[in-house]
C-alpha cells in the first residue's frame, strides 16, 4: 500500500529564515510520481513540483527547492528566505504513473511565517 | 493549461436535504475523476473514483449510498450528498487526470455546510 509521512504537523518560523517540509513516502510501485501542493485559506490546492521516481535531480525553482533521495524514500521541499505569504498548509502527495490513479496525500505541514 | 472547474465554492444546505456538487474538466477528456474530503485542519482523504459511464469506486468506509457519484460524461462528474448531516459538513475536492497521468489537476474546491 502507498502511504505518505509528514511528521511535522506545524512549523513556525521568522521571515527570511530557511525551512525544510519532511516527505517520507512508501510504495511498491517502481515507478511513481511525487508531488508538492499548496494550500492556502482559501482551500484551492496550488500545485509546486511533480517529481518522476526516475528522476533524481533535485530542483530548484526560485526560493523553492526539493531534494529527492530513493534511497531513503524522502521528497524534502526547503523554502530559502521564508516570506509572510508562504504561510499555508503544504501537502506531499504520491501516485501510481497512470492516469486512472488517485494522488495519496500526507496529513500536510502548516507553515506559518511571521513578520 | 487544463483546468478542473467545481462548482458551487460554497453551499449551505439543511439537514435531510440533498446537494448536488459539479466537477467538470473544461479543455480535456477525463476518463476518471476523483473526489477527496477534507475536514478542517487534516488531510485529503480520497472518497471515490469516478469512472465514466460506469459505476465509482468507492474508498472503505465510504457510504456509497450517500455520496452519489455520477460520471456521464468525458467532462463531468458529480457528487451527491444525500440526506445531508451536520457532520457531512466539510470541503470536498475533485480532480482528475490528463490521459498521460502526468498532472494533477484539482477543482477549487466545496465548502459545504449542514445546519
Known amino acids: 500500500a502507498q502511504k505518505v509521512t509528514q511528521a511535522q504537523t506545524e512549523i513556525s518560523v521568522v521571515e527570511k529564515e530557511d525551512v525544510t517540509l519532511d516527505c517520507v513516502y512508501e510504495t511498491r510501485d517502481t515507478t511513481y510520481y511525487l508531488f508538492w501542493y499548496k494550500q492556502p485559506p482559501s482551500g484551492e490546492l496550488v500545485f509546486l513540483i511533480r517529481r518522476n521516481s526516475f528522476d533524481e535531480q533535485n530542483e530548484i525553482s526560485g526560493r523553492y527547492s526539493w531534494n529527492f533521495q530513493k534511497s531513503t524514500s524522502s521528497f524534502n521541499f526547503t523554502i530559502t528566505a521564508s516570506q509572510v505569504v508562504d504561510s499555508a498548509v503544504y501537502f506531499c502527495a504520491l501516485s501510481e504513473n497512470q492516469a486512472g490513479t488517485a494522488l495519496i496525500f500526507g496529513k500536510g505541514t502548516t507553515l506559518s511565517v511571521s513578520s | 493549461g487544463a483546468v478542473v472547474s467545481q462548482h458551487p465554492s460554497r453551499v449551505i444546505c439543511k439537514s435531510g436535504t440533498s446537494v448536488k456538487i459539479e466537477c467538470r474538466s473544461l479543455?480535456?477528456?477525463?476518463?476518471?475523476m476523483f473526489w477527496y474530503r477534507q475536514f478542517p485542519k487534516q488531510s485529503l482523504m480520497l472518497m471515490a473514483t469516478s469512472n465514466e459511464g460506469s459505476k465509482a469506486t468507492y474508498e472503505q468506509g465510504v457510504e456509497k449510498d450517500k455520496f452519489l457519484i455520477n460520471h456521464a460524461s468525458l467532462t463531468l462528474s458529480t457528487l451527491t450528498v444525500t440526506s445531508a448531516h451536520p457532520e457531512d459538513s466539510s470541503f470536498y475536492i475533485c480532480s482528475a487526470r490528463d490521459r498521460q497521468g502526468l498532472k494533477a489537476f484539482f477543482g477549487q474546491g466545496t465548502r459545504l455546510t449542514v445546519v
Open positions: 479543455d480535456f477528456q477525463a476518463t476518471t
